[in-house]
């Protein structure tokens, strides 16, 4: 088991950029396949990005494809997401996820996913 902890979200500005951080805890890092989900008012989570153990291979919602780029750093035991070009869709409460895996999979549905962060609330708006 690994604890997730998010950070990053605030209000902005449409048009802006946010980056947030996910940060584990209690296992090795680099054993977990990471992704980025989001969840608006009223409306189910949704897919945002997908990251493999190495981070050699990644993944995006066609929503925010060519905007938004997840990395990781396992030295750091962290997770970003960096989010640009911010649209007031994007509004949402943002969770960080992780999966112990052997694998270099990319994993993308919500149910691939045992461990969750609290989120962090990022709101695009004049």
């Known amino acids: 088991q690994v604890q997730l902890v998010e950070s990053g979200g605030e209000l902005v500005q449409p048009g802006g950029s946010l980056r947030l951080s996910c940060v584990g805890s209690g296992r090795p890092f680099s054993d977990y396949a990471i992704g980025w989900f989001r969840q608006a008012p009223g409306k189910e989570r949704e897919f945002v990005a997908a990251?493999?153990?190495?981070?050699?291979?990644?993944e995006y919602a066609a929503s925010v494809r060519r905007r938004f780029t997840i990395s990781r750093d396992n030295a750091k035991n962290t997770a970003y997401l960096q989010m640009n070009t911010l649209k007031p869709e994007d509004t949402a409460a943002y969770f960080c996820?992780?999966?112990?895996?052997?694998?270099?999979?990319?994993?993308?549905?919500?149910?691939?996913?045992?461990?969750w962060g609290q989120g962090t609330q990022v709101t695009v708006s004049s």
């Open positions: 990251i493999s153990r190495a981070g050699t291979r990644t």
């Open positions: 996820a992780a999966r112990l895996t052997v694998t270099g999979a990319l994993l993308l549905s919500e149910n691939d996913y045992p461990n």
